[in-house]
C-alpha cells in the first residue's frame, strides 16, 4: 500500500505565502506524477498543479505566476509553495500521486487533505 501525508496548511492573511508539502511511502517502485488539487466549500475538486516524472509542470490559470509546484525525488516528497494568497484560493488542498508499484501497476493515491484558509 502507498501513504501520502500533507502538511503545511493553516491561516494566512491574504498577500502571504504557505507551503505544503506531500510525502509518499509504502510500496513505491517509481512515482509517475504528483499534484495539488484543492475543493471549496460547495464547489468540485479541482486541479491546482502537477509535475511529472520528467519535471513538466501543468498550473491551473488562477494560480500561475503565484503557485510553484517541484518535487524532491529522494524524498518522494511534492511541494507547493503558494505565494500572493487571495481568500478564494481558500480550500481544502489534497496531494494526489500516480505511483508504479513494485508489481508494476499503476494506481492513484490521495492524501488526507489540509486546510487552508486565506483572510481578506
Known amino acids: 500500500q502507498v501513504q501520502l501525508v500533507e502538511s503545511g496548511g493553516g491561516l494566512v492573511q491574504a498577500g502571504g505565502s504557505l507551503r505544503l508539502s506531500c510525502a509518499a511511502s509504502?510500496?513505491?517502485?517509481?512515482?509517475?506524477?504528483m499534484g495539488w488539487y484543492r475543493q471549496a466549500s460547495g464547489k468540485q475538486r479541482e486541479l491546482v498543479a502537477s509535475?511529472?516524472?520528467?519535471?513538466?509542470?501543468n498550473y491551473a490559470d488562477s494560480v500561475k505566476e503565484r503557485f510553484t509546484i517541484s518535487r524532491d525525488d529522494a524524498k518522494n516528497t511534492v511541494y507547493l509553495q503558494m505565494n500572493s494568497l487571495k481568500p478564494e484560493d481558500t480550500a481544502v488542498y489534497y496531494c494526489?500521486?500516480?505511483?508504479?508499484?513494485?508489481?508494476?501497476?499503476?494506481?492513484?493515491?490521495w492524501g488526507q487533505g489540509t486546510q487552508v484558509t486565506v483572510s481578506s
Open positions: 494526489n500521486a500516480a505511483i508504479k508499484n513494485w508489481n508494476r501497476s499503476v494506481g492513484s493515491y
Open positions: 509504502g510500496s513505491i517502485f517509481s512515482i509517475v506524477a
Open positions: 509535475i511529472t516524472s520528467g519535471g513538466s509542470t
